[in-house]
């Protein structure tokens, strides 16, 4: 038996909203308040939501067409075509995902560890590593379960991440000084620190097309995946515009420094200490639901891949009785608690796997989408963007610049993983007769790893 369609509009916003609003925000806020250099710092929020509207267009059109396991991978087979440059292009995408997913889990759960010092010291490094090894243990444990509980579960973990939110937010309204708005108009040609801002600004924002990872287990998903990814869409940079505004009416963007504790700082000018700490706890609790949702999306794009036999067959094995890929997520669990207990930090590495899947995700997939319809003009999509190509182009071409304006060694290092990585297709390839080496295969490693 396979995947069950089994999660509604409602269960896939939520999945998207606590993906998207992880530690993200909470950690990059005074990044950006600093980097904007001015009280404009909500711009970079807001042409963040442009460029996530614009890009999930793409996925919405592909979502609804092609509702699979696996997301992107589905998506790139089935634009460059499953034999040729499609199984070039997906392999890829998985190389980069195996790699990507468990650095993303554990840079959150560091993250996360960061966060719990304000309320407990931690003194050694290896204490730290340790409660970041704990953390993933635990959000391993709890999708270790079947996908409506699951379902059920992001419900109640989206309702406390908004409410953590609304709080912050309050505590502006109740407490801030708002005077630093007149000072907006004369300040937005001051725009030398866009692209840094943004760095983190659409770090916070990714995640709407985490329902797409799940498209074989959505209900209508030629309705559920487009409404859902718009509508968290709509519902965090509504969030995230007034909690910006909200902090900086209590801290002045002259006071932002890079990964402050701005949150707690704000809510402890308003209400003292002891709301500051019960604010911590929240954000603690946000950021265990972002795992949560972003290791439940991920491990399903190895399984998808395994099942189609492009990947290591044992990735496609599902728990006998609870019927989910428990194979990949204890991989991507398991290389996570590895990459925690090795690294200290993770700013650059993550910085350097975006810049990868900029190219062969973001980008990758908006082209493919311009040529599939091009190639194919009579083919009818369950949902079209409007306007079209435009929000595809607008989405490519803000990629690009994001691309462009990365730090050196991040570009540096995200191409040299994609190299490896086509370095590593050709080897496979010649082995097993695929593009383009075929009908000269020599043996199959993939069928051969069961």
């Not at 909690?243 to 809510?267: C, H, N, Y």
């Not at 709301?275 to 946000?286: D, G, P, W």
């Not at 990585?421 to 075929?438: E, K, S, T």
């Amino acid at each position: 038996m396979g995947l069950q369609r089994r999660l509604t509009v409602a269960h896939a916003t939520a999945l998207n909203v606590i993906d998207m609003v992880g530690i993200g925000p909470f950690i990059v806020m005074s990044s950006v308040m600093a980097a904007m250099g001015g009280p404009h710092a909500v711009l970079a929020w807001i042409i963040g939501a442009l460029l996530a509207y614009a890009d999930a267009m793409v996925w919405a059109e592909l979502g609804a067409a092609f509702p699979e396991a696996g997301g992107s991978y589905a998506f790139l087979r089935a634009l460059y075509g499953p034999e040729r440059w499609g199984r070039v292009m997906a392999f890829l995408f998985i190389w980069q995902t195996v790699f990507q997913s468990s650095f993303v889990v554990a840079s959150g759960a560091i993250g996360f560890t960061n966060y719990v010092q304000y309320l407990v010291p931690l003194s050694g490094g290896w204490e730290r590593k340790a409660v970041a090894a704990a953390v993933i243990v635990l959000i391993v444990a709890a999708l270790y379960r079947r996908i409506e509980t699951i379902g059920r579960i992001s419900l109640g973990l989206g309702v406390v991440v908004i409410g953590t939110l609304v709080w912050v937010i309050v505590a502006g309204v109740v407490g801030g000084d708002w005077s630093f708005l007149g000072d907006i108009p004369s300040s937005i040609g001051l725009l030398g620190g866009l692209g840094e801002a943004m760095q983190s600004s659409v770090y916070a924002i990714l995640g709407y097309y985490n329902v797409c990872h799940l498209g074989a287990e959505v209900v209508e998903p030629e309705k559920t995946i487009p409404r859902s990814m718009f509508a968290s869409i709509a519902i965090v940079t509504t969030l995230y515009v007034a909690m910006q505004l909200s902090v900086e009416s209590l801290v002045g963007w002259r006071e932002a420094r890079p990964d402050q504790f701005i949150v707690s700082m704000a809510i402890e000018r308003v209400w003292g200490q002891s709301a500051a700490v019960i604010a911590t706890v929240l954000v603690l609790i946000v950021a265990l639901s972002s795992l949560y949702s972003v290791v439940l999306g991920y491990s399903r794009i190895p399984y998808a891949a395994a099942r189609d036999g492009n990947f290591f067959r044992f990735f496609a094995r599902l728990h006998p009785t609870k019927n989910f890929p428990h194979v990949a997520l204890l991989a991507i669990g398991g290389m996570s608690v590895v990459l925690v207990l090795v690294f200290d930090g993770l700013r650059m590495v993550v910085a350097s796997i975006l810049t990868l899947r900029i190219l062969v995700q973001f980008v990758g997939q908006a082209v493919g989408l311009l040529l599939y319809h091009r190639r194919n003009r009579q083919a009818r999509f369950p949902f079209r963007m409007a306007f079209y190509p435009l929000p595809a182009i607008v989405a490519i071409g803000l990629w690009v610049w994001l691309f462009a304006v990365r730090p050196p060694a991040a570009i540096a290092t995200g191409l040299g993983v994609l190299a490896v990585g086509v370095g590593v297709y050709f080897l496979v390839a010649r082995l097993n007769g695929w593009f383009p080496f075929d009908g000269r295969a020599e043996r199959s490693p993939m069928s051969d790893l069961r």
